[in-house]
């Protein structure tokens, strides 16, 4: 008998109504390790109430209660961040290290929240008009939901519930029913670390968890990470229904190495971009635009590296783990199958790859693919996995006109020594987040986190100040307290005096 998952509300398991249940696997042998429920319409509706009726409590607690419980959940996960880890290595498959590594971004956000009682101050004016003040506020929103996929299992939940916390809102989480396992977890850290019952809560499920989200009237807004496809539905559904919607989607990052950059550390750069965590990172680079006569060079600095990878089980200390499922492993070989057909040359083949793994894991090598032209399939689409394609220009502008052609606009980079080349790209790039000799620039919890163009509906990113701004909602005050001096009727419009 494997574990059910079932939703987290008001503090507790909540069990589920009905008998939709998704098998979640361990990707590294291939086995089903458990059952998560999928949310029917009723599961859905008592979670948001049970996140609905903790909202005025928590709304009116004080920021210094607030942040108390932030501070404590902050010590109790860097105490047992490891456990965390673990569960996301399981069902995700990721290796260890780079699961910590999620872990540790996350909580570079919860430390961001811990400052809220700065975040929030408002502004102030005295004697705006004659014997008139003005104060702005923010205030939080009511319930939230966030919908994330299954590539950061506690990383971009803990882009957005933060802070949301941090600033009064109450929470809903839908987790991808691929990796359901880190969500639960978090919601025992937040009692554990003293959150009152219902502020934290997680329905699990599909698309018809995500549907009672997206139209239940009590629910005020959405953060939503994922497939741009899914990403378009999102926010065309969430704000038909009035709520305010941020919505991330897919990416297609593109690192440009000019002749003059430094190719061994390009070369290590685009290894660690394009097949950490096999490729299933939305900055993960995909694409390497190779300018002039360096191509060559580079392919062979490359392709030695990729085969010097140990691709298996993320418990064994490889350097590579499997993809999440059957179906992605089998998407992402026949993408390099039609590569090959397409004129593509392999220079590096991960399909049939041995892995250091016990089972039938769904793994495929790191793969290195030259001469990609950009009519391929394998140049066009989001691959989502270990697939390095090299496309070959002669020019610094046809890089940037390559970047700018293509519908996706998450992250970027340049490897270069030239500081005046690095200005104008990043000038010039229609690109969210750009590194320069960096090759996943993920901005810091302090700054916001989003693309441009299919990489993002919506004109808000992911925390810093933009996260505390989607939030909550300002309101201004404008106060007169009458002296004796203060006589007559005015009907005319309130104007400066
Ligand atoms: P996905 O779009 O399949 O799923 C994301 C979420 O949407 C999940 O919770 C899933 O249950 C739900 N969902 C799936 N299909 C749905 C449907 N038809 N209707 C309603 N909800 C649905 O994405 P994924 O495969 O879990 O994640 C990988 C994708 O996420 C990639 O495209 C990647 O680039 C993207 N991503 C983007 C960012 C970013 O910051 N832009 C970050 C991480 C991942």
């Avoid at 004697?127 to 506690?154: C, E, M, Y």
């Avoid at 040359?345 to 039938?360: E, H, I, T």
């Avoid at 004109?459 to 989607?470: K, M, P, Q, R, S």
């Amino acid at each position: 008998m494997t574990e059910t998952l079932h939703h987290w509300a008001a503090g507790a398991v909540l069990k589920t109504d009905g008998d939709r249940f998704a098998d979640v696997t361990d990707p590294a042998t291939g086995a089903v390790t458990r059952q998560v429920a999928l949310a029917t319409e009723e599961d859905v509706d008592q979670v948001v109430a049970a996140a609905k009726a903790a909202f005025p409590g928590w709304r009116d607690t004080s920021l210094s209660k607030r942040t108390t419980i932030l501070f404590r959940f902050r010590e109790l996960l860097n105490a047992r961040a490891g456990e965390l880890a673990a569960l996301i290595t399981a069902e995700h498959g990721k290796v260890l290290s780079d699961a910590a590594g999620e872990v540790a971004r996350g909580q570079e956000v919860v430390e961001f929240a811990c400052g809220m009682p700065h975040l929030l101050k408002g502004g102030a004016t005295e004697n705006a008009s004659t014997g008139v003040d003005v104060h702005s506020v923010r205030q939080p929103l009511g319930v939230v939901g966030i919908i994330s996929p299954f590539n950061f299992p506690a990383m971009v939940p803990m882009w957005f519930f933060p802070i949301a916390i941090a600033a009064g809102n109450t929470v809903v989480l839908k987790p991808s029913e691929k990796v359901p396992s880190a969500a639960l977890w978090i919601a025992e850290l937040w009692r554990e670390a003293g959150l009152p019952d219902g502020v934290f809560n997680v329905v699990n499920g599909d698309k018809v968890a995500v549907d009672g989200l997206l139209t239940s009237p009590d629910v005020k807004s959405i953060s939503f990470v994922g497939s741009t496809p899914i990403a378009r539905y999102i926010y065309e559904t969430g704000t038909a229904h009035g709520k305010r919607v941020q919505a991330l989607g897919g990416a297609k990052n593109h690192a440009v190495v000019l002749p003059d950059a430094d190719l061994d550390l390009a070369a290590d750069q685009a290894i660690n971009a394009g097949f950490g965590s096999a490729g299933e990172r939305c900055m993960a680079i995909s694409a390497l635009v190779a300018v002039g006569d360096i191509a060559d060079t580079l392919v062979d600095k490359i392709a030695e590296r990729a085969r010097g990878l140990r691709t298996g089980d993320g418990r064994r200390g490889c350097d590579m783990g499997p993809l999440v499922t059957r179906a992605a492993q089998e998407r992402v070989s026949g993408y390099v199958d039609a590569g090959e057909r397409e004129g593509a040359r392999v220079v590096v083949d991960g399909r049939g790859v041995a892995p250091d793994a016990d089972g039938q894991g769904f793994f495929v090598g790191p793969t290195l693919l030259d001469h990609v032209g950009t009519g391929m399939s394998v140049y066009t689409d989001e691959i989502f996995g270990p697939v390095l394609s090299v496309v070959r220009v002669d020019t610094y502008e046809q890089a940037v006109d390559l970047i700018n052609a293509n519908p996706y606009g998450n992250g970027t980079a340049i490897f270069t020594r030239d500081g005046g080349a690095a200005r104008r790209f990043q000038n010039e790039v229609e690109v969210g987040m750009i590194g320069v000799n960096v090759p996943v620039p993920v901005p810091m919890a302090y700054y916001s986190f989003g693309g441009w163009k299919n990489s993002l509906f919506g004109d808000t990113h992911a925390h810093g100040t933009e996260g505390v701004h989607f939030f909550t909602r300002g309101k201004v005050v404008t106060t007169r307290w009458l002296d004796p001096s203060h006589a007559g009727l005015n009907l005319g419009f309130p104007t400066n005096a």
